[in-house]
């Protein structure tokens, strides 16, 4: 089974910027589509950002198009997400999964998580 392990949140000012990475292991995610993830204090995991196997194509959620960017290293077998601008609703657990690659449908295909990366913006 394939291993995700996310990195590179923290505490950030509004209008700031973080780089999150998500590392995988067990198996190479070139065949995959891949997408990130955040989950807020007592609301549903929800769907932030996708991405093709070939980094061709991408897509993501209204609230953060135009400030966010999602980007794949296969050959390194990681898959990034450049956060700029950041607003205190960004605030969340940051985590990645594998997705179906029609990218329309917005939900992971692996049935487990990795331990996700805190992001946390203050106004």
């Known amino acids: 089974q394939v291993q995700l392990v996310e990195s590179g949140g923290g505490l950030v000012q509004a209008g700031g910027s973080l780089r999150l990475s998500c590392a995988a292991s067990?198996?190479?995610?070139?065949?995959?589509?891949m997408g990130w993830f955040r989950q807020a204090p007592g609301k549903e995991r929800e769907f932030v950002s996708s991405?093709?196997?070939?980094?061709?194509?991408?897509s993501y959620a209204d609230s953060v198009k135009g400030r966010f960017t999602i980007s794949r290293d296969n050959a390194k077998n990681t898959v990034y997400l450049q956060m700029n601008s950041l607003k205190p609703e960004d605030t969340a657990v940051y985590y990645c999964?594998?997705?179906?690659?029609?990218?329309?449908?917005?939900?992971?295909?692996?049935?487990?998580w990795g331990q996700g990366t805190q992001v946390t913006v203050s106004s």
């Open positions: 999964n594998t997705v179906n690659p029609l990218l329309g449908i917005r939900r992971p295909l692996l049935n487990y």
């Open positions: 067990g198996r190479p995610i070139s065949s995959y589509a």
């Open positions: 991405i093709t196997w070939s980094g061709a194509d991408s």
